[in-house]
């Protein structure tokens, strides 16, 4: 995820100024699980503690400090699966691979 996008909302359209982070949306890979917010290389001094967000639970989940929202980016089942150290991230990458699976036979 690209960590520009996540903190500097783009400006609102009609005054300039920019939106607040409970505004933020940011859209999360697979490979970039388990989530935390704010990220692993944002300074200390200019965020609010850090918490770990079961993302691969619901597919989207708001912080709880900041208010930011993070959606999980849909599984490609063709993709290769990333290496996960968590095995109950992996199986919930696995079971939305079957969804996708069953979702595109129906097409």
């Not at 850090?50 to 959606?71: D, I, N, S, W």
């Amino acid at each position: 995820m690209d960590i520009d996008q996540r903190w500097q909302a783009p400006p609102d359209p009609v005054t300039g100024l920019r939106v607040s982070a409970s505004e933020a949306v940011c859209e999360v890979g697979w490979d970039e699980l388990p989530l935390t917010c704010p990220p692993h290389d944002s300074s200390l001094w200019n965020g609010h503690p850090r918490v770990y967000l079961p993302l691969h639970q619901t597919g989207r989940m708001r912080c709880p400090y900041c208010g930011t929202l993070y959606v999980l980016r849909e599984v490609q089942p063709d993709a290769a699966a990333p290496r996960f150290a968590n095995v109950e991230i992996e199986q919930c990458h696995a079971m939305a691979i079957e969804r996708r699976v069953r979702e595109l036979a129906r097409k």
